[in-house]
């Protein structure tokens, strides 16, 4: 038959040819990739005869490449299982094969075609165990290393607790960690509301390390420590020149000390009206403006907020900006007092007796059932601070390895037969005395008498603070 150009068979032949050579330059490609990886590859039929070997693997077997294609694997592989692959069908992943004095790993593959296996291709991964190990040990000193720098930059940048550390399995707890985890993930603002020594700074750090700002700083302000002439200041920075005794270099603000990270504001209630204008502005254009300078800086940086009074009421009454509280209750934690969770509360005991061990030294202890059931009773005002309080003095009372009811201070141990553990035959006001007084001894106790931070935790002024000092006399001077 006579093949006209351009005629139809003509084409045919034109495309199977194109085919042919596509087909003969990806087989090309494939003998050199076989061929010039480093660990050691075979092909065999299904009779066990090899068809393809490449160069690494038939160095390491000590024959010619082209001497051992078409010769059975059995006869050249020691304790090779290439045949038994192709029987079975069943591929071997990363198998121990010992040829010539060395441990491998290996794996064989079976190749099928139309349901029946045709070829079976085997890989050594590694053609001595000890390169294996020897890579292990590698991969541990790298971890242990991460570990290390992991370790060390979470302490220079702040945070320490994650929502693991913070110990209770209330429901209502476990209800508010599972909302705090949620809210993590994303760089809302977010607002820590709960009577003090419940945890808020704790949960504080536990946000900042779920989020993707782990990395980054993590710098807590303290707002009820900072002198109302130096709020700006702090928080903002100042240029050079700023004011009389300004440093030469000028200073970050502590939100330029966070940029990229977190910034925690602790007691934001004590924010001075001034102040919240100003805050509020860095809310809504992410911008800061150090004292002294002309133009403001940009700052990226996530604003976790807390207060142990309720910000909806002072803005009632007037103290609080309600466009700053709007703009800061984006998400509300209310994180709940201890005598809401009372069922923690001997998880807490045995968490803080065994940190109290290790910071004294002090050998292991425990508390008698009588003793836990007074510490669970007890209403605690002072919350989870108070708890660990009194279990530090009961731990240097106590007498052997056990605390008693004897060990546990008189407020603590009287039997609780009224709502907050007075007796109910005295008058309201007489109980609320009593319970104001322990929270005021206990908090000066806490602070090892500092009475103006005592005044700025209890919300109330100094001059307040010592007039009820003198009201109480030596029963609400530290113990």
Same mark, same amino acid.
């Given at each position: 038959?006579?093949?006209?150009?351009?005629?139809?068979?003509?084409?045919?032949?034109?495309?199977?040819?194109?085919q042919?050579?596509?087909?003969?330059?990806?087989?090309?490609?494939?003998?050199?990739?076989?061929?010039?990886?480093?660990?050691?590859?075979?092909?065999?039929?299904?009779?066990g !005869?090899?068809l393809k070997v490449?160069?690494?693997?038939?160095?390491?077997?000590?024959?010619?490449?082209?001497?051992m294609?078409?010769?059975?694997?059995?006869?050249?592989?020691?304790?090779t299982?290439m045949?038994?692959?192709?029987?079975?069908?069943q591929?071997?992943?990363?198998?121990?094969?010992?040829?010539?004095?060395?441990e491998?790993?290996?794996?064989?593959?079976?190749i099928?075609?139309e349901?029946?296996?045709?070829?079976?291709?085997?890989?050594?991964?590694?053609?001595?165990?000890?390169?294996?190990?020897?890579?292990i040990?590698?991969?541990?000193?790298?971890?242990?290393?991460?570990?290390?720098? !992991?370790?060390?930059?979470?302490?220079?940048l702040?945070?320490?607790?994650?929502?693991?550390?913070?110990?209770?399995?209330?429901?209502?707890?476990?209800?508010?960690?599972?909302?705090?985890?949620?809210?993590?993930?994303?760089?809302?603002?977010?607002?820590?509301?709960?009577?003090?020594g419940?945890g808020?700074?704790m949960?504080?750090?536990?946000?900042?390390?779920?989020?993707?700002?782990?990395?980054?700083?993590?710098?807590k302000?303290?707002?009820a420590?900072?002198?109302?002439?130096?709020?700006?200041?702090?928080l903002?920075?100042?240029?050079?020149g700023?004011?009389?005794?300004?440093q030469?270099?000028?200073?970050?603000?502590k939100?330029?000390?966070?940029?990229?990270?977190?910034?925690?504001?602790?007691?934001?209630?004590e924010?001075?009206?001034?102040?919240?204008a100003?805050?509020?502005?860095?809310l809504?254009?992410?911008?800061?403006?150090?004292?002294?300078?002309?133009?403001?800086?940009?700052?990226?940086?996530?604003?976790?907020?807390a207060?142990?009074?309720g910000?909806?009421?002072?803005?009632?009454?007037?103290?609080?900006?309600n466009?700053?509280?709007?703009?800061?209750?984006v998400?509300r934690?209310a994180?709940?007092?201890?005598?809401?969770?009372?069922?923690?509360?001997?998880?807490l005991?045995?968490?803080?007796?065994?940190?109290?061990? !290790?910071?004294?030294?002090?050998p292991?202890?425990?508390?008698e059932?009588?003793?836990?059931?007074?510490?669970?009773?007890?209403?605690?005002?002072?919350?989870?601070?108070?708890?660990r309080?009194v279990?530090?003095?009961?731990m240097h009372?106590a007498v052997?390895?056990?605390?008693?009811?004897?060990?546990?201070?008189?407020?603590v141990?009287?039997?609780?037969?009224?709502?907050?553990?007075?007796p109910?035959d005295r008058?309201?006001?007489?109980?609320?005395?009593?319970?104001?007084?322990?929270?005021?001894?206990?908090?000066?106790?806490e602070?090892?008498?500092?009475?103006?931070?005592?005044?700025?935790r209890?919300?109330?002024?100094?001059?307040?603070?010592?007039?009820?000092?003198e009201?109480?006399?030596?029963?609400?001077?530290?113990?």
């Open positions: 038959m006579k093949i006209r150009s351009g005629g139809w068979v003509h084409r045919l032949l034109q495309r199977l040819a194109e042919a050579r596509e087909a003969d330059k990806s087989l090309s490609m494939l003998e050199v990739a076989i061929d010039s990886d480093y660990e050691g590859l075979i092909i065999t039929d299904a009779e !005869k090899i490449n160069q690494a693997y038939a160095d390491f077997l000590g024959y010619p490449v082209p001497g294609i078409g010769r059975p694997v059995t006869e050249l592989v020691e304790n299982r045949h038994i692959v192709a029987r079975t069908g591929a071997e992943i990363a198998h121990i094969q010992k040829i010539n004095g060395h491998m790993v290996a794996s064989r593959i079976p099928f075609r349901g029946k296996v045709v070829a079976v291709v085997g890989k050594v991964m590694f053609q001595d165990l000890d390169d294996l190990f020897a890579m040990d590698r991969f541990k000193r790298l971890k242990n290393e991460l570990e290390f720098y !992991k370790t060390e930059l979470s302490k220079r702040g945070a320490r607790y994650s929502f693991d550390n913070i110990v209770g399995t209330s429901a209502v707890l476990e209800q508010v960690k599972a909302l705090g985890s949620r809210v993590a993930r994303s760089d809302t603002t977010v607002l820590l509301e709960g009577e003090s419940t808020k700074e949960f504080a750090h536990a946000i900042h390390i779920a989020s993707s700002r782990a990395l980054g700083p993590f710098i302000v303290n707002c420590a900072i002198p109302e002439n130096l709020f700006e200041s702090e903002f920075g100042y240029v050079e700023a004011f009389t005794g300004a030469k270099k000028g200073k970050k603000g939100f330029l000390l966070a940029d990229k990270g977190t910034i925690f504001l602790d007691e934001i209630s924010l001075p009206l001034t102040m919240q100003k805050l509020l502005r860095v809504q254009e992410r911008e800061v403006e150090p004292v002294g300078s002309d133009h403001p800086k940009p700052v990226d940086v996530r604003i976790v907020a207060s142990n009074k910000l909806s009421h002072l803005v009632e009454q007037g103290s609080f900006r466009d700053l509280y709007y703009r800061l209750n998400v934690l994180i709940p007092p201890l005598r809401e969770r009372k069922e923690d509360i001997p998880l005991v045995t968490k803080i007796l065994h940190q109290l061990e !290790k910071e004294t030294g002090m292991t202890i425990e508390v059932p009588g003793a836990m059931e007074r510490l669970t009773a007890y209403p605690w005002p002072g919350n989870v601070r108070e708890l309080n279990l530090e003095q009961a009372t052997g390895s056990t605390i008693t009811c004897q060990d546990i201070p008189k407020a141990a009287t039997e609780p037969t009224g709502q907050h553990g007075a109910p008058g309201l006001k007489a109980q609320l005395t009593d319970l104001e007084e322990e929270i005021i001894r206990r908090t000066l106790a602070l090892k008498g500092d009475k103006q931070t005592a005044a700025a209890l919300g109330i002024s100094k001059s307040s603070l010592y007039a009820k000092l009201q109480y006399g030596a029963a609400a001077r530290p113990a």
